[in-house]
């Protein structure tokens, strides 16, 4: 069985998915076959030239042209454009992979989400860290118990390319494009690996902030003075959450983290041990066991840790790029089987309803409870 694709999207996201189906069928050979059909953008030059780069059989300006007529669509586009593709994808009967945070509001995400329950095709919210050998290793210590009682769990996601106040402004600048700042760009990643490895998040509060009011737009303004524009999301965020079973738990997050390029790290702590993982150094856990007066460094490399059978010896690492191809597989595989898959689209608003809340908890100076 072939499996026609579809992408709205060619720069980061598109050539991460496009690398991430190239390599399946050389590393995943039970994989679906996977034909790269369309993909999907505004201008006809740029896309014309990425499609030939990415291995796309041909490009089109309308994502309504090819919703129905593949048989996996991939949004990869900027937030505010999430919801209305996915959900005529989704009513034309199609599985929809969408990029995180699921929407840029509560509002549109809960529309995707209904969308989905009523095609009853497989959707995936595109949460790659997941698909981390280390830390689907760490979620399998947690659910055999090896940390005993859960009673922490620490996250943040630390980035710098906003330190600058000079760096130029872009969409994910906007309140009206990207919904939030560091918070859903950032922080989703976080909220979605505190549900995957411990429990849903009960209530929250949440402190928002932005450094920089406006920044310059690239190429624009006149007579010496550079053109601005207003800068409408948050620069970093932190809350203070409680977790199901009475987990405490910390999130952060910001773009003005200086010497930090993408720093994701996470602490769990239980009643019986400890782990720490960092995206900086993804094939590594640090486990502290019962016992154990220190961590010790797992290189989470053999043969029988998740999905590094299909790649390299022990020892021989992977990279960020890695993750991609094992959430293209596990996708992929789940509609070419016929299925269920997660993180879906009910996880992408579960997530979407937390990173409300923080914004709501910071408005309001108070905790407040998630829908």
């Given at each position: 069985m072939t499996l026609k694709v579809g992408v709205l999207g060619y720069r980061f996201m598109g050539k991460a998915h496009a690398n991430a189906m190239a390599r399946l069928p050389m590393f995943f050979p039970e994989a679906p076959e996977v034909e790269r059909h369309v993909?999907?953008?505004?201008?006809?030059?740029?896309?014309?030239?990425?499609?030939?780069?990415?291995?796309?059989e041909r490009t089109a300006t309308d994502w309504a042209d090819v919703v129905d007529e593949?048989?996996?669509?991939?949004?990869?586009?900027?937030?505010?454009?999430?919801?209305?593709?996915?959900?005529?994808?989704?009513?034309?009967?199609?599985?929809?992979?969408c990029e995180k945070p699921l929407a840029n509001d509560l509002?549109?995400?809960?529309?995707?989400?209904?969308?989905?329950?009523e095609a009853g095709v497989p959707t995936a919210t595109a949460f790659n860290y997941r698909f981390v050998p280390a830390v689907r290793y760490a979620k399998n210590l947690i659910e055999d118990g090896e940390l005993g009682e859960i009673h922490h769990f620490r996250g943040r996601y630390l980035q710098d390319w906003l330190v600058d106040p000079e760096a130029p402004w872009s969409w994910r600048n906007s309140e009206e494009l990207a919904g939030s700042g560091a918070l859903g760009?950032?922080?989703?990643?976080?909220?979605?690996?505190?549900?995957?490895?411990?429990?849903?998040?009960?209530?929250?509060?949440?402190?928002?902030?932005?450094?920089v009011d406006e920044r310059p737009v690239e190429g624009g303004g006149g007579d010496g003075d550079p053109e601005t524009r207003p800068v409408t999301v948050d620069d970093a965020y932190?809350?203070?959450?409680?977790?199901?079973?009475?987990?405490?738990?910390?999130?952060?997050?910001?773009?003005?983290?200086n010497g930090h390029k993408n720093d994701h790290a996470i602490e769990v702590h239980g009643?019986?041990?400890?782990?720490?993982?960092?995206?900086?150094?993804?094939?590594?856990?640090?486990?502290?066991?019962?016992?154990?007066?220190?961590?010790?460094?797992?290189?989470?490399?053999?043969?029988?840790?998740?999905?590094?059978?299909?790649?390299?010896?022990?020892?021989?690492?992977?990279?960020?790029?890695h993750t991609f191809v094992h959430e293209n597989y596990e996708f992929l595989s789940a509609i070419a089987?016929?299925?269920?898959?997660?993180?879906?689209?009910?996880?992408?608003?579960?997530?979407?309803?937390?990173l409300s809340a923080i914004q709501e908890s910071d408005e309001r100076g108070e905790w407040v409870d998630v829908a």
């Open positions: 993909l999907v953008g505004r201008d006809e030059a740029a896309l014309a030239d990425a499609a030939d780069r990415l291995g796309f593949v048989d996996a669509f991939y949004n990869l586009g900027p937030n505010h454009v999430h919801a209305e593709p996915s959900v005529a994808a989704l009513e034309a009967g199609t599985p929809v992979l509002e549109s995400a809960e529309r995707m989400a209904d969308a989905a329950a760009d950032l922080g989703a990643h976080t909220v979605d690996l505190a549900r995957f490895l411990v429990g849903d998040v009960e209530r929250v509060s949440g402190h928002l902030r932005t450094f932190s809350a203070q959450a409680e977790l199901e079973d009475g987990v405490m738990a910390t999130f952060e997050a910001s773009r003005f983290a009643s019986e041990g400890s782990l720490k993982f960092s995206l900086e150094r993804l094939n590594e856990l640090e486990v502290l066991r019962g016992g154990d007066r220190g961590y010790e460094t797992v290189l989470v490399t053999d043969a029988e840790d998740p999905y590094v059978d299909h790649w390299w010896p022990p020892g021989h690492v992977i990279g960020w790029e089987d016929g299925e269920e898959y997660h993180p879906d689209f009910e996880d992408g608003l579960a997530v979407q309803r937390v």
